[in-house]
């Protein structure tokens, strides 16, 4: 496969994802307010990828629309997905209001942590469920923050919040003896809960940017036992991504977490350049490609087939990975 075939299946993607989006709102029809950022950041890394500016206004929409409460609502996870979306279009415009407003929510995050199973970002507001996701986000946000900070000292401050909640997290137990992310903790124990794709996907990113700001190479040795324990269990006969959700069926949440994982292990590949994660990625757009899309190229739950329905959750996760092939040459 040619480099321009991915850059054709990529340009389709994004397009149908854009009927989804209404610039009344900044907002992607039919979905939750998380899956937003997801969206927008699918487009950004199609812009930064291809060198494609059309779609630059929807930055400003999606800003100017939903930024008069610095988007913190409904949890920490929530709102966690907007900072990392933040960061990107910061990385593609150099405009400094979005790394502000990422700032800005990482400072709300802080106010999550406390003392309860010796440390961790509550889920949300409610502080009843201490989990996976939210400190996975937690902790990519320190390091990514870090590499941007403007002195030594923010360096400083948001390299010690990465490791404290590294250290925590690895700690918690919630990395399960076969090296797979369960969802939380119940009783400051593991709760056995789904092993969801996004949960072994985001640790994946963190780990790469912890490496990144560090040099350890322990943090990969950590990051590769996960995603190898993903490629290995949480997919069909084929090697095709699967989530937990799918034989039962998958609400608009579940629909969204696998194009997570693979933008997360591509974010691991550019790092420690393991030629197995290349290549998974490649047989998963591959196979969405010409097994899980309809005549509108909107792509559906089962990457393996066969396509179901479409919505922007779906789209945005199939259009995550079909993002990451860009980056590969035609080795």
Not at 114 to 139: S, T
Not at 167 to 176: D, P, Q, T, V
Not at 266 to 286: A, C, G, K, S, W
Request: overall charge negative; aromatic content about 12%.
């Amino acid at each position: 496969m040619k480099r321009q075939d991915y850059r054709a299946y990529a340009d389709a993607a994004i397009e149908a994802l854009q009927e989804w989006y209404d610039p009344t709102t900044g907002l992607y029809t039919g979905v939750t307010w998380w899956h937003s950022a997801i969206c927008l950041d699918a487009v950004i890394d199609y812009m930064t990828r291809t060198g494609e500016r059309g779609l630059l206004g929807i930055l400003t929409t999606t800003f100017e629309k939903n930024a008069g409460n610095n988007f913190l609502e409904n949890s920490y996870d929530d709102m966690a997905w907007w900072a990392l979306a933040w960061i990107n279009a910061f990385d593609l415009t150099q405009e400094g209001h979005y790394l502000a407003m990422a700032r800005t929510i990482f400072a709300a995050m802080e106010q999550g942590w406390d003392g309860v199973c010796g440390g961790g970002v509550w889920w949300d507001f409610k502080r009843d469920y201490k989990n996976a996701i939210p400190n996975e986000l937690f902790l990519l946000l320190a390091a990514r923050l870090q590499q941007r900070a403007s002195d030594d000292a923010e360096r400083a401050y948001y390299r010690a919040w990465a490791e404290r909640e590294w250290n925590w997290f690895r700690a918690s137990g919630m990395i399960n003896e076969d090296h797979l992310v369960n969802d939380g903790l119940r009783g400051c124990q593991n709760n056995g809960g789904t092993t969801w794709t996004y949960n072994q996907g985001v640790i994946l990113a963190a780990l790469a940017e912890m490496c990144r700001i560090t040099g350890a190479r322990v943090y990969l040795h950590e990051a590769e036992a996960i995603a190898d324990a993903t490629i290995q269990t949480l997919v069909t006969p084929d090697g095709i991504l699967k989530e937990p959700c799918e034989d039962a069926g998958c609400d608009s949440n579940g629909a969204q977490f696998k194009g997570i994982f693979l933008r997360s292990l591509f974010t691991l590949y550019q790092v420690d350049e393991q030629p197995r994660y290349r290549e998974f990625i490649l047989r998963n757009v591959t196979s969405l490609w010409e097994n899980n899309r309809n005549e509108h190229n909107q792509f559906g739950l089962h990457w393996a087939g066969p396509y179901d329905s479409a919505d922007a959750s779906r789209q945005s996760s199939a259009a995550h990975a079909i993002n990451a092939v860009l980056a590969f040459d035609d080795k």
